[in-house]
């Protein structure tokens, strides 16, 4: 008998240890809130609209609420501090604000949420009537906009750091069909960390705009405390369609707002 009350006595106290893992385990996800500021209109304009259906679906399935922006006018310091990750669908590094650019900055460089951009993000230059922002000029890399594929072409991407949480669950190579590939004056590789780079070699129909060997289209800065991701790939809405471009996109969030 006395054997019985010492057995039943060992299965409660292990129960009253394991439970705390338990509950634990059941815990919900954690919430959080995503910043996203679109272009208007124009050519991207498919490529946001896109976006928006998909992040829908992604923010029932990994917990965050997403409020839309068409300009820069509301963003301060206080009004970022309400957002875990900023996303720029296709609005350019220029018509922002003073007071914008100014929060922009100190919230990437303080790490005070993350960062994912798309395609447009690297139209640096100058460009209607706006003269380049130095600070995001280095943010991305020290590179100058300078041509693009007017005709679009198809091409491979291959994966350069499989090891980043970025690129999990990503094939070591995808195609990209029809995108408007952009050249810059040099490549940003000395000064950000390239994840994936797009054979030239591949480009269907072939081009003479390239540039001329290596051309990184997804990296990150590890010089500032945010966590950020550029993916140059977001000129057309069927990108949602290709399970790799959308894996990306999806760890990116997780990785970003963390």
């Not at 965050?64 to 922006?69: G, S």
């Not at 300009?71 to 018509?95: A, R």
């Not at 945010?226 to 140059?232: D, G, P």
């Amino acid at each position: 008998m006395a054997s019985r009350r010492s057995l039943l006595t060992f299965f409660l106290a292990a129960l009253l240890l394991t439970a705390p893992t338990t509950l634990h385990a059941q815990a919900p996800p954690r919430s959080f809130r995503v910043l996203a500021i679109a272009e208007k209109g124009g050519i991207h304009r498919p490529f946001v609209d896109a976006a928006i259906v998909w992040l829908a679906k992604e923010a029932v399935l990994d917990h965050f609420t997403i409020d839309y922006i068409e300009d820069t006018t509301p963003i301060d310091d206080e009004y970022l501090s309400h957002y875990k990750l900023f996303l720029q669908l296709n609005y350019p590094p220029y018509m922002w604000t003073p007071t914008a650019a100014a929060a922009f900055h100190r919230y990437i460089e303080e790490g005070r949420g993350g960062w994912i951009g798309f395609h447009h993000a690297t139209l640096l230059g100058t460009f209607d009537g706006y003269e380049m922002d130095p600070w995001f000029y280095r943010f991305m890399g020290s590179i100058r906009f300078k041509s693009y594929i007017p005709t679009f072409a198809t091409a491979t991407v291959t994966v350069e750091d499989p090891t980043h949480p970025v690129m999990k669950g990503v094939p070591t190579t995808f195609l990209i069909d029809r995108e408007e590939w952009y050249t810059y004056d040099t490549t940003p590789r000395p000064n950000v960390r390239v994840l994936a780079t797009v054979d030239e070699k591949t480009y269907t129909p072939d081009t003479p705009i390239k540039m001329g060997g290596d051309h990184p289209v997804v990296w990150t800065n590890e010089h500032v405390k945010a966590r950020n991701l550029y993916i140059f790939m977001g000129h057309r809405s069927d990108h949602f369609s290709n399970p790799a471009f959308t894996t990306i996109f999806h760890n990116a969030i997780l990785w970003a707002s963390q």
